[in-house]
Structures are given as C-alpha cells and as structure tokens.
C-alpha cells in the first residue's frame, strides 16, 4: 500500500512540473507611481505636453506592445521596452483647441503590456482648460 502511495505521488509531482516551472520563469512587473495626472490648467490653442513614468520590477523585460489615444488631438511616444529594474516613459502631447476654453479636458491612454498582472492600464491626464471659449 506505501509503494502505490509512493508511486501516485511521484505520478501527481512529474505531471505538475510544467505549471511550477511556469510560476518560476521570471516576468515584468509594471510600476506606475502616478496613472492619473491633475493639470494645473490648459491653454487653449496651445500644445500640452506630460510624461508618465514606468518602472518595471519584474526580472524579465516589460514590453509596451501598445498604445492607444482615443482622440486625434493626441499624440504619443513611448519607450517599447524597459528593461528588469528600469524606467521607461510615455509622453502624451495634446493640442488644446481655443473653443475647448471653460470646459474640462480629460484625455485617456490604454496600453497593453506583457506584464500578466497589468496587460491593459490606463494613464490619465485631467485639468481644466483657461477662457470661456470663442
């Protein structure tokens, strides 16, 4: 009765291998101090500019495998890869319109990373835009 004990027991551990050696492969793991940014204020008819901060903690590279504005008044640049324990940035630059004047501007980022825990976030940058308009 311990030797089929002993042998069901080998058999459970050799078939659960694979998925613990996938739980020790190292990964990215994102780090986003600040996802939402409050502006002081905007000025219409002029650009705007923010750069978010990534860090990743993780021991394999973060890859930014994508980044997407919602809005053609938006642009973006974006480091592709960061490396275990490095920075990376994503830069939004906005073109504030003058009959944008007296309303709140929000503008919203979603990226999509290999990191498991964080495969699409969102960076956030919110404020109000100066004047009353035309």
Not at 28 to 53: K, M
Not at 90 to 113: A, P, Q
Request: proline letters at 6%; a positive charge.
């Amino acid at each position: 009765m311990n030797r089929k004990a002993f042998l069901f027991s080998g058999l459970v551990l050799w078939a659960a291998l694979p998925a613990l050696a996938e739980g020790l492969e190292p990964r990215p793991r994102l780090v986003i101090d600040e996802p939402v940014f409050e502006s002081g204020g905007f000025r219409p008819g002029a650009a705007f500019s923010h750069e978010f901060t990534l860090r990743n903690e993780g021991g394999a590279p973060l890859l930014i495998e994508e980044v997407l504005t919602g809005c053609s008044c938006a642009a973006v640049a974006y480091d592709r890869t960061i490396a275990p324990g490095g920075r990376g940035r994503v830069r939004l630059t906005v073109e504030v319109h003058r009959e944008w004047g007296g309303r709140d501007l929000r503008r919203t980022l979603w990226l999509t990373t290999n990191d498991p825990e964080a495969a699409q976030v969102s960076l956030v940058v919110r404020g109000r835009v100066a004047g009353g308009g035309r």
